[in-house]
């Protein structure tokens, strides 16, 4: 049945299975390569997007469960001329080694971020610890994301 | 005559190009069948460099960018020796239409190959003084009194004269042999090389735009699953096709032997295809008691025994011995985990296929994939893409069969992604140890002999040239892995190898009349018991390097504590490895080391005890130092450790990129970390048990992570040596020793769970 998805701020019907994880609609459909399928079970963070604003794992997410509502993905937050904060912040910490979970750090913390702009350390790990990287690049990852909060927060301040 | 200054005389005599990897790592390049026919030459400088009329610079390599930064240390070092700006280098690697067949890109192997006096370094430099001599005959001066800088040679002081390089090659090929005799720049000169030189993938991988194999999108493509048996040994009795008949968008169910997979239109569709497809099956064969695994592979008399050392008089000094110590040390199978489940792209036409595949080796792919196809070797065509960090032998080798299999089956290109279950409970895991240790003291508190005799499963492995029934799916599809055939008792060891550390590094092993150890302890016996696995196994980083040093690095600081030596100051006094040495006593100096023995003192039976820990490695013997000291807290009523600090020292010979070295150190402690303190495989009396997050114990991204210190010796003297496995090797033993030093109580068991921490206090109570 066609479905109406608004990604990025475009709106796309698209003939779906109303039952289809969102994740395939974006990376299939859509062609998107940020939104990741890691484990299918909402357990990694691979395939997160934002909904409405809200950190989402497309891989649980039905999309008739989010039709018509406004659907963010990694492509949609910045790009290579300009990029969002939390985006130069990866590149100026080096922060990746394969970059396959980079989908879901950057969105899961751009959501966080975007809710709490004075984030302490402590608490952007704690909003962290349902997100995995298994290169282990937690330290330049969560410097990264303090580094992109300073930003966000003297861009709110001001 | 030392270790290093042996290997540099015999790439010196030798000369040959494929010797420096095959010297190397002669035992598991065996065991991967050699390199493969058919690459471009690696004695040609062609097959490395070529340069376009514009002067574009294209280096070729064999060794791939999986996430561990090697692309963009090739780079650097043709940029360096080719005197070209970095950003004019474009690097192509692991393609079978394009670059040279250096094997896998494993074994911490891409630093030495092709950053010594072989292979990408030597071109780079063949190239360059090919373009000088060029450069000469056109400007009628001696190369003596030409200079060359940016891709363009000129008289020296007349940089206006200066003519590029793709001038004088006018677009053509060199046609040139790899010159063993061309100059290297010295470190002193490097300007490019050794500089941290930030990685160019990054602004692709954080703006969404990267394309992983995952990402890879073929016109008219379709999407696989596959289904993998219920239990371990389950085979097929037979599949209802007409179960998925009301499946929209399916276009196939395919079956080979014991190999099934469905074929849809889209991705969703292939999954709830898989999901209700009827099949059959047979039991499986049963599995062992993980409750008792340790002892069921004690048990196993059918194993093949391999000497590594044998001093023949460790009986003797035991028997003779002050005080013999004794400690059995237990490590699990765990797995690679590979963050996205793995996933390939395969092309498969009449007679021909086209591969997008993460592999770590794509001319053993290509082989092994015409196998299972039934195609000629030489119309496979593999093309790496870069899949989630893989850690060696994860699935993608296995989910590359896959796409094959099920690309033919339809002939149209399909992709496959495995499913999180399916990727845990068949990868080939890092093999399950048990490790029995026995060591002499003396009177006076010296270490005088040490026995070593371990147990470990093995089945399967990477496929190498012509075994496809190494993984899961090449077996299921009718191939068998390698064969096992048991041998005991163990030969005498005709030569000293200690590519997987299993010789603790405190032995002076004496072969043939040469000492090859690291360390200055004369007598010792490694006796080495390999058995059959239930399970697949196959490399994981550090793949039995770090099993072993667990081991030798927990019981060296028992035994420290039991004569009452501090333990650096223990370990230098039983090493003789100056470079070994030389990561102790950096890592002791940075980390304000107080010297004093183990534990730290009688402390509360509850509340938190601190304290730490130091461990060292010699890796793979000769190919990497580091020591790691570790900070722990011990929370004496939950049993949980903290990890507070980890301090690395780590020497990989020249710093090819010092920001890539630092990165692979600190994700290789935290890693290394997570394997300690929380990975296990577990299953029941049929099948694998740990297959998704919640099962496997991974540490997340945001836990309290320890602070991570970095220190870098750089040896520009050295040989360039492996990077990516130094500090997780050394991880388990440094923070095992520091909860031994805040508690009193020995951890010998991973991973050090709280309830192993827990029984460990009581029993150092009891």
Not at chain 2, 475 to 494: I, Y
Not at chain 2, 615 to 632: D, F, L
Request: with cysteine; hydrophobic share 40%.
């Amino acid at each position: 049945m066609a479905i109406t998805l608004k990604v990025n701020g475009v709106a796309h019907s698209l003939d779906l299975d109303p039952a289809t994880p969102l994740l395939y609609a974006l990376s299939d459909d859509l062609a998107l390569n940020g939104p990741k399928f890691g484990c299918g079970l909402g357990q990694c963070g691979a395939c997160t997007v934002t909904v409405n604003g809200r950190a989402t794992r497309s891989c649980i997410t039905t999309v008739k469960s989010v039709e018509g509502q406004e659907i963010m993905t990694l492509e949609g937050i910045g790009t290579a001329a300009k990029p969002h904060p939390l985006q130069q912040a990866f590149i100026d910490e080096g922060a990746a080694q394969c970059g396959f979970c980079l989908n879901g750090v950057i969105m899961t913390a751009k959501a966080f971020l975007d809710q709490n702009p004075k984030a302490s350390e402590t608490e952007i790990q704690r909003a962290m610890s349902g997100v995995l990287c298994r290169c282990f690049t937690n330290v330049r990852m969560l410097r990264a994301i303090q580094r992109a909060g300073r930003v966000l927060a003297e861009r709110s301040a001001r | 005559m030392s270790q290093a200054s042996s290997r540099r005389d015999f790439f010196k005599a030798s000369g040959a190009l494929i010797v420096s990897f095959s010297l190397r790592n002669l035992p598991e390049l065996r065991a991967q069948g050699g390199p493969v026919q058919g690459a471009p030459p690696m004695n040609q400088l062609d097959s490395w460099i070529a340069i376009a009329a514009d002067g574009a610079v294209t280096a070729y390599s064999g060794k791939e960018e999986l996430g561990q930064g090697i692309s963009v240390a090739q780079a650097q070092l043709v940029a360096e020796e080719l005197c070209v700006p970095f950003e004019k280098v474009k690097l192509i690697y692991c393609d079978t239409a394009l670059t040279p067949d250096q094997a896998y890109t494993s074994g911490s192997q891409s630093h030495p190959a092709n950053f010594n006096h072989a292979n990408l370094a030597q071109a780079a430099a063949t190239a360059r003084e090919a373009l000088l001599k060029l450069a000469s005959q056109r400007l009628s001066l001696p190369v003596t009194q030409l200079s060359v800088k940016d891709g363009a040679v000129f008289p020296m002081g007349s940089p206006s004269r200066k003519i590029g390089y793709g001038a004088l090659l006018g677009g053509q090929r060199f046609q040139l042999a790899l010159d063993p005799n061309a100059k290297r720049k010295t470190a002193a000169d490097w300007t490019v090389l050794g500089t941290p030189v930030p990685r160019p993938d990054l602004p692709a991988l954080v703006n969404g735009q990267f394309e992983f194999v995952h990402n890879v999108r073929l016109p008219g493509m379709l999407h696989g699953r596959v289904v993998r048996p219920p239990a371990v040994g389950a085979t097929v009795i037979g599949v209802d096709e007409s179960s998925v008949r009301d499946i929209p968008g399916l276009i196939k169910v395919v079956v080979r032997k014991n190999f099934v997979g469905v074929v849809a239109q889209k991705p969703w569709q292939a999954i709830q295809a898989a999901a209700k497809l009827k099949i059959d099956w047979n039991a499986g064969s049963g599995l062992p008691a993980h409750a008792d695994f340790y002892e069921h592979m004690r048990a196993d008399k059918q194993t093949r025994d391999t000497f590594m050392t044998d001093s023949k008089d460790t009986d003797q000094k035991l028997a003779q011995a002050a005080a013999v110590l004794k400690a059995t040390y237990k490590h699990p199978y765990q797995m690679h985990g590979s963050m996205g489940s793995s996933c390939a792209v395969a092309d498969v036409q009449g007679d021909r296929a086209t591969i997008y595949s993460p592999t770590q080796g794509v001319w053993y792919q290509r082989n092994t994939s015409a196998m299972l196809l039934g195609l000629k070797p030489e119309n496979v065509h593999v093309i790496f893409r870069r899949g989630s960090g893989c850690y060696g032998l994860n699935g993608a080798d296995t989910v590359t069969y896959d796409a094959a299999l099920l690309s033919q089956a339809v002939g149209k290109p399909v992709r496959v992604q495995l499913t999180r279950k399916d990727e845990m409970a068949w990868e080939n895991y890092g093999n399950a140890y048990l490790i029995d240790l026995r060591a002499a003291v003396d009177s006076q508190g010296n270490l005088v002999a040490w026995e070593h005799e371990s147990w470990s499963p093995s089945l399967g492995n990477r496929p190498g040239a012509g075994t496809p029934g190494n993984v899961v799916t090449g077996f299921l599809a009718g191939f068998q892995p390698d064969a096992f055939t048991p041998r005991s008792p163990a030969p005498s060891p005709a030569g000293f190898n200690n590519n997987s550390n299993a010789t603790p590094s405190y032995l002076a092993a004496r072969v043939n009349g040469t000492v090859r150890g690291a360390g200055k302890v004369e007598s010792g016996r490694v006796l080495v018991h390999n058995l059959r696995s239930p399970f697949w196994t196959g490399p994981l980083r550090s793949p039995a390097r770090l099993q072993n040093t667990f081991a030798h690095e927990s019981f060296m600081d028992e035994i420290a504590a039991h004569v009452k030596a501090d333990p650096v100051e223990y370990r230098l006094r039983n090493l003789s490895h100056a470079r070994l040495i030389a990561v102790v006593e950096a890592a002791a100096k940075a980390a304000r080391w107080e010297a004093r023995p183990s534990p730290a003192r009688a402390s509360n039976r509850s509340g938190i005890a601190r304290g730490r820990g130091i461990a060292c490695v010699a890796y793979e013997g000769e190919n990497g130092y580091s020591a790691m000291v570790a900070e722990v807290e011990v929370n004496r009523d939950s049993g949980a450790i903290a990890v507070k600090r980890m301090v690395v020292a780590a020497d990989c010979g020249p710093i090819s990129n010092p920001d890539g070295l630092r990165n692979q150190i600190e994700g290789g402690a935290l890693q290394g970390m997570s394997r300690a303190l929380g990975e296990e495989v577990t299953w029941d009396g049929e099948k694998v048990t740990s297959v998704d997050w919640r099962t496997y114990h991974s540490l997340p991204l945001g836990f309290d992570i320890p602070k991570i210190e970095c220190v870098l010796l750089n040896r520009p003297e050295e040989e360039a040596d492996g990077a990516g496995e130094l500090s997780i090797t050394v991880a388990a033993a440094a923070i095992g020793n520091a909860v031994f030093d805040a508690t009193g109580s020995r951890l010998r068991q991973i991973p050090f769970t709280p309830e192993r921490v827990k029984q460990a206090l009581a029993a150092a109570l009891a």
